[in-house]
């Protein structure tokens, strides 16, 4: 898992990169700066508990780390999204900025598609709020994640410095 969050790490931190406001930049940045925190503690205590072998407080302290990164994950998926929405700058060559930035078009356009479906087929009660039965939820980051990968010849996988794992190939 620890592991798993240093790629949700360099994913915000690409993100922050390219993002176009400086303030949406700037949550980005300290998102991916407090999952990379939680994510180097939890492989400490990880390694600690191996060596160590098993006790109530070290399976506790591992168990409330992990909570830890997952919290620290979602919100860097959070302010990914809302980066998002403000706008990215183009990509460098590099194939890993590439391939993040042909996912976040891709939820993006899930998610445009997604409202304009909403705006054409308004459930929406007497006072105009939407109603809550029936209504799918909005395309988010993590759940595009978890869809298996579309096969495109547009967007080719290109191996990265971690044992041949690009930042897109792990799901979220």
């Known amino acids: 898992m620890a592991s798993d969050g240093q790629v949700v790490v360099k994913f915000g931190n690409i993100l922050a990169k390219r993002c176009l406001d400086r303030r949406c930049s700037m949550e980005l940045l300290r998102a991916a700066e407090r999952a990379q925190s939680v994510s180097s503690q939890l492989a400490i205590v990880a390694r600690v508990k191996a060596v160590t072998g098993e006790s109530k407080a070290s399976s506790e302290l591992l168990l409330s780390n992990?909570?830890?990164?997952?919290?620290?994950?979602?919100?860097?998926?959070?302010?990914?999204?809302?980066?998002?929405?403000?706008?990215?700058?183009?990509?460098?060559?590099?194939?890993?900025?590439?391939?993040?930035?042909?996912?976040?078009?891709?939820?993006?356009?899930?998610?445009t598609q997604h409202r304009a479906k909403e705006a054409l087929n308004s459930d929406r009660d007497e006072l105009g709020l939407r109603k809550t039965r029936g209504a799918k939820a909005e395309p988010t980051l993590m759940s595009l994640g978890q869809e298996p990968p579309p096969r495109s010849r547009n967007i080719p996988k290109h191996p990265s410095p971690r044992k041949g794992h690009t930042v897109m190939d792990r799901h979220l």
Not at 75 to 83: G, Q, S, T, Y
């Open 66 to 111: 992990v909570q830890n990164l997952l919290r620290a994950v979602q919100h860097v998926l959070r302010a990914a999204e809302a980066a998002c929405v403000k706008g990215l700058g183009q990509a460098s060559a590099d194939p890993e900025e590439e391939e993040v930035a042909a996912f976040c078009q891709q939820w993006r356009k899930n998610l």
